[in-house]
C-alpha cells in the first residue's frame, strides 16, 4: 500500500458535482491525490459494494460520499470496508437536505459514518486531511499553516470592521 493515501470523493449524481468542487479544491490545496466517482447505491448497488471493497488495495485512505435525498451511498460505502467514509449530505428539493443529514447520521451500531453540513463539502475534504495527518504529519504542519492563516484573515476582518464602524 501505498504511503501517502488518496481520497475518494464519491458522488451519488453527477448533479452533487458543483457542490464537490470546492471539497476536490480543497484537498488538491493540501496536495492529496483525489479519486473522484459517480456512484449510485440504488442504481449501481454492486459498483457501490465493488469499490467500496477495493478502496483499501486502491491505496485511498478516506472515502468522501455525497448524495441527496435518500443519501444511503455512505452507509453503503461504509458497510463493505472500514476506511473512514465522511458522509456529505447534498441540499435537495426535498426537505433542503435534512432528510439527506439524517440519511447519514442515523446509522446503525458497528457501521458508523462521520457526518460534516448540508453541502458541508470544504469541511468534508478538511475532516479528510486531519485523518489523514494521522499518518502523515506533513498534512498535521499543513492543517496548523491553515488554521493560522484562517485566524489571520478574521484579525483583519476585526480590524476593518473596526475602522469602518468608526466612521458610523
Given at each position: 500500500m501505498?504511503?501517502?493515501?488518496k481520497?475518494?470523493v464519491?458522488m451519488?449524481?453527477d ?10 479544491q ?15 447505491a ?26 441527496g ?51 458541508g ?7 479528510a ?7 502523515q504529519p ?11 492563516q ?8 476585526d ?10
Amino acid at each position: 500500500m501505498p504511503s501517502k493515501l488518496k481520497v475518494a470523493v464519491v458522488m451519488g449524481s453527477d448533479s452533487d458535482f458543483p457542490i464537490l468542487k470546492k471539497c476536490i479544491q480543497t484537498l488538491k490545496g493540501f496536495h492529496i491525490e483525489t479519486e473522484v466517482h459517480v456512484i449510485s447505491a440504488h442504481r449501481t448497488p454492486y459498483r457501490a459494494e465493488e469499490f467500496a471493497r477495493n478502496a483499501e488495495s486502491e491505496g485511498i485512505g478516506v472515502i468522501i460520499a455525497a448524495a441527496g435525498k435518500a443519501a444511503h451511498l455512505a452507509g453503503v460505502l461504509a458497510a463493505y470496508t472500514v476506511i473512514p467514509v465522511i458522509g456529505l449530505p447534498i441540499k435537495s428539493s426535498t426537505m433542503d437536505g435534512l432528510d439527506s443529514l439524517l440519511s447519514m447520521v442515523q446509522m446503525p451500531k458497528g457501521v458508523p459514518v462521520a457526518t460534516v453540513a448540508i453541502n458541508g463539502a470544504e469541511n468534508a475534504a478538511l475532516l479528510a486531511v486531519q485523518i489523514l495527518s494521522i499518518a502523515q504529519p506533513e498534512l498535521r504542519e499543513a492543517l496548523k499553516t491553515y488554521r493560522k492563516q484562517m485566524a489571520e484573515e478574521v484579525m483583519e476582518k476585526d480590524s476593518a470592521i473596526k475602522k469602518e464602524a468608526e466612521l458610523i
